[in-house]
């Protein structure tokens, strides 16, 4: 009984078989007797991978079940859920854009018509940036842009996740409020 697996992708690289059928992933193929090609392309591979053409369905070989393994316990998973809060631009209330949205199950938070006051950027990025520049005079846009990189350089990761965090909680309030202006 002859049977050969090529299982490394090295050698499937280095192999070349002109044409090839696939045996179902049903069990395990056994030849009855020598496949009629010689060389690099006289063996057969299992499970829906290659399998050359002289072992089509004129050969001797049957398929026979795997015999029962046991599996590995799959680590569940933790199930997060992603919430995304766009504004009303056209380009976020597009029917694609929604489509994306719902076939990757992201939940989409109703964002209240002209309330910029949700934007992050807007509530918790701008003001602590305009104080940190304020009085500064910079000579050309480099001298910004490096000043920019700087202060952004040396902001500490919860400065990042207070923003976000605080998002919830004016959103929440934005709601309540039917949309109008939320001050603090």
């Given at each position: 009984m002859i049977s050969s697996v090529y299982?490394?992708?090295?050698?499937?690289?280095?192999?070349?078989?002109?044409?090839?059928?696939?045996v179902p992933q049903q069990g395990d193929l056994r030849l009855s007797g020598p496949p009629s090609?010689?060389?690099?392309?006289?063996?057969?591979?299992?499970r829906d991978r290659?399998?050359?053409?002289d072992l089509r369905a004129d050969s001797q070989a049957t398929v026979l079940p795997t015999p029962p393994y046991k599996r590995r316990k799959k680590?569940?998973?933790?199930n997060y859920k992603c919430f995304q809060m766009y504004d009303n631009a056209t380009p976020h209330s597009a029917n694609l854009t929604q489509q994306?949205?719902?076939?990757?199950?992201?939940?989409?938070?109703?964002?209240?018509?002209?309330?910029?006051?949700?934007?992050?950027s807007d509530f918790h990025?701008?003001?602590p940036l305009k104080r940190h520049l304020g009085g500064m005079a910079f000579e050309t846009e480099d001298d910004l842009i490096s000043e920019l990189r700087n202060w952004f350089d040396n902001l500490d990761v919860d400065?990042?996740?207070?923003?976000?965090?605080?998002?919830?909680?004016?959103?929440?309030?934005?709601i309540d409020l039917h949309g109008d202006y939320v001050e603090k």
């Open positions: 299982e490394s992708l090295e050698m499937t690289q280095l192999l070349k078989v002109e044409r090839v059928t696939t090609g010689q060389g690099a392309g006289s063996g057969a591979r299992t290659r399998v050359p053409a680590k569940k998973k933790k994306w949205l719902q076939r990757y199950g992201w939940e989409i938070l109703p964002h209240p018509a002209h309330s910029p006051d949700l934007a992050p990025l701008f003001g400065f990042f996740r207070v923003g976000i965090n605080s998002l919830l909680s004016r959103w929440q309030k934005c």
